[in-house]
């Protein structure tokens, strides 16, 4: 794994993007239309790292973990599991992945919100795509460790929690 990421800084540095990308803030705030807080991060507010949010977590442990968000929607990724959980009043969603989808189901997972003036709503969606041009495409770059990051197209992993 310390060679696929030492790979990836490489590239993302030698395209131009490495200060770019370090400079982008761990959340973002949004205020819908009908004063609905959302609250985006990457594994859980207040921190980039560590568990985040999945579905072993009970009500007790995810109501601690948004309790001082300040959002009435928080979106998390991270773990790459899509769910939608409510702890209190807040509704948590982790948005699973795009690139890195755990088996046995192999589509990009995203999250679509649509907010109006008195209301918003939230759909997870799921969408198939061609795996296997991606793992040529791994291959075609030279990656260091093609194996590694090839197992996540083809199924190879799932989540330590089943």
Known sequence: MANSFSWTQGYVTAGGWFYWLEA?????????PDGSRLLAVHAAPGTDDGP?????????????????SDADLVF???????LDQTAGRVRIVNVGSVSNPWAPDLRASYALV?????????????????RQAVIDAIHGAHHPTPGFLTGWFRGDYRPPWQ
Do not use: F, K, N
């Not at 009500?59 to 001082?68: F, S």
């Not at 649509?114 to 061609?130: F, H, N, T």
């Open 52 to 68: 985040g949010v999945t579905p072993e977590r009970g009500d007790t442990e995810l109501h601690r973990l948004v309790a001082d």
């Open 24 to 32: 982008l803030p761990l959340q973002q705030r949004r205020a819908l």
């Open 76 to 82: 998390v990724g991270h773990t790459h599991w899509p």
């Open 114 to 130: 649509e907010a109006g003036p008195s209301r918003w709503s939230m759909d997870l969606r799921r969408v198939d795509y061609d």
